[in-house]
């Protein structure tokens, strides 16, 4: 992604001319980049199938203020003939969201219909709803709960990339803010790490107590010094008072399915 020879402002005008959505950027973060320096791209993530590939990649841009900006490209071949289609975000959640919408072909990302699932865990206000509506709000509830809960599809061959990974590592479990995240002797074992594989392998919007929430459950895969293989489970929502976004990490995946359940049952 780095090319020596390659001058920031080509670098940029590469990157935004061939995104299919580059007029959607901020206007003043497009006014910032007119001033970077010097730029430093990396693969933030990537998922391949038989059908389909699809990858992140972080650019970052040092500006003559001494300050940075951050672009978040997506590169997948869901275009016709399987042409490459790229699209670039001004915040990581928002291709994190783009990735989501991929149709169907990328496990975890859409459903067997080809889009995103949407779901309710229903209101917390019901005052005035008839039986009927109450026991199909919680059918509603409960289809959420079980589909939180549900095995996810099985996985792929993973494909590790060594990309300072015991760096990555550490920022995962610095990053979670619920009480039983992996402790000291996790992120020991973690400093051996030198190669990752990262995974989405649920992604959905929901109501929880009369709001807009989204649940989304990563697996870091890390590959160790000695062959062995230890996962970080990330699970990030929206699901809290404030409607903050909040990352929470876990050693297992039902530990981590569990806590999804737990925010959705949440009123």
């Excluded at 001004?90 to 783009?98: F, Q």
């Excluded at 589909?147 to 300072?164: E, F, G």
């Amino acid at each position: 992604m780095n090319d020596p020879y390659e001058t920031t402002e080509t670098h940029l005008e590469r990157l935004l001319g061939r995104a299919l959505n580059s007029f959607d950027l901020p206007d003043t973060t497009v006014e910032r980049l007119d001033s970077a320096l010097a730029h430093a791209s990396s693969l933030h993530s990537s998922h391949h199938s038989a059908a389909f590939d699809r990858a992140t990649y972080r650019h970052a841009y040092l500006l003559a203020d001494g300050s940075s900006v951050v672009l978040w490209e997506l590169v997948h071949s869901t275009g016709p003939a399987g042409v490459e289609q790229h699209e670039v975000y001004a915040d990581e959640s928002e291709v994190r969201l783009a990735a989501s919408r991929l149709p169907a072909g990328f496990p975890g990302f859409a459903d067997a219909g080809g889009a995103l699932s949407s779901f309710r865990a229903g209101d917390c206000g019901r005052d005035g709803l008839s039986p009927a509506d109450l026991e199909a709000d919680l059918d509603s509830d409960f289809e959420l709960l079980a589909s939180l809960m549900a095995a996810p599809p099985a996985p792929l061959p993973r494909m590790y990339v060594p990309d300072n990974s015991a760096d990555h590592a550490r920022r995962v479990l610095r990053r979670a803010e619920n009480e039983d995240r992996p402790g000291e002797k996790t992120a020991l074992l973690l400093q051996g790490a030198f190669a990752h594989h990262i995974t989405q392998v649920f992604g959905r919007q929901c109501r929880v107590a009369g709001k807009d929430a989204g649940f989304t459950m990563y697996e870091h895969a890390f590959l160790l010094l000695d062959g062995a293989e230890v996962s970080l489970w990330e699970v990030e929502h929206t699901a809290t008072p404030d409607g903050r976004h909040m990352c929470e990490v876990y050693p297992t995946e039902h530990a981590a399915r569990e806590a999804m359940e737990l925010r959705a049952r949440v009123r």
